[in-house]
């Protein structure tokens, strides 16, 4: 009998052992993002933003807060010169509750810029509960060389992934996405290989030029 338990878990081992590496890296991914960058401001877990820093605790009047895979924006504006207006890396979900109006600007030079940038994200999620808005400026400035910049762009190693994107409660998401220049330049509201939803009342507007 122990020798035939002992085969089952050799038998065991050695399929695993067969798996592709892929497989095991995705058992690996975290549930939400450790942390989360918004206006070139990067919060963890638990943290506040109010006038553009980062704070370990609650303050009065706060404007950006993250907790457990959920970054809610309330009458948040920033302008930054990152290449992401909001970053999150490597997660199963990202979920952006908004309150009142907010509104997010990136100047940034770099040859690829975004709106939101999910990278290795599987689902990103926008919502409200109150009629939030978030509205979002990805803009280059005048460059000679080919750049592209996106709204919303789910992202891994190598290109775009197959990451789902959820727009829902009665939010209201605007894309604005500007590309200046003289070189082979393009812009795109939503960049993924997976699905986009547009659910309940929310509401979606994208703007290119």
Request: some cysteine; hydrophobic content about 35%; proline content about 2%.
């Amino acid at each position: 009998m122990k020798k035939r338990i002992t085969g089952i878990i050799l038998c065991l081992v050695m399929i695993l052992s067969l798996l592709p590496l892929s497989g095991v890296t995705a058992l690996a991914v975290d549930p939400y993002p450790n942390y989360v960058t918004v206006g070139g401001v990067t919060i963890w877990n638990g943290d506040y933003i109010k006038g553009g820093t980062r704070y370990t605790s609650e303050q009065p009047g706060w404007t950006a807060y993250y907790k457990d895979g959920v970054l809610t924006l309330n009458k948040h504006s920033a302008t930054t010169t990152s290449q992401s207006c909001i970053r999150a890396d490597n997660a199963q979900e990202l979920t952006i509750n908004l309150i009142g109006s907010s509104s997010l600007t990136t100047t940034s030079t770099a040859s690829e810029m975004f709106g939101i940038c999910a990278w290795d994200v599987d689902k990103l999620t926008v919502t409200s509960s109150s009629n939030g808005t978030l509205e979002m400026f990805a803009t280059n400035g005048s460059m000679s060389t080919d750049s592209s910049a996106h709204g919303i762009a789910m992202k891994k190693p190598g290109g775009v992934s197959d990451g789902e994107v959820v727009i829902g409660g009665n939010a209201k998401l605007t894309l604005n996405v500007l590309v200046n220049g003289s070189g082979n330049n393009h812009a795109c509201g939503i960049t993924t290989n997976g699905h986009v939803y547009l659910q309940d009342s929310a509401a979606l507007g994208v703007k290119l030029i």
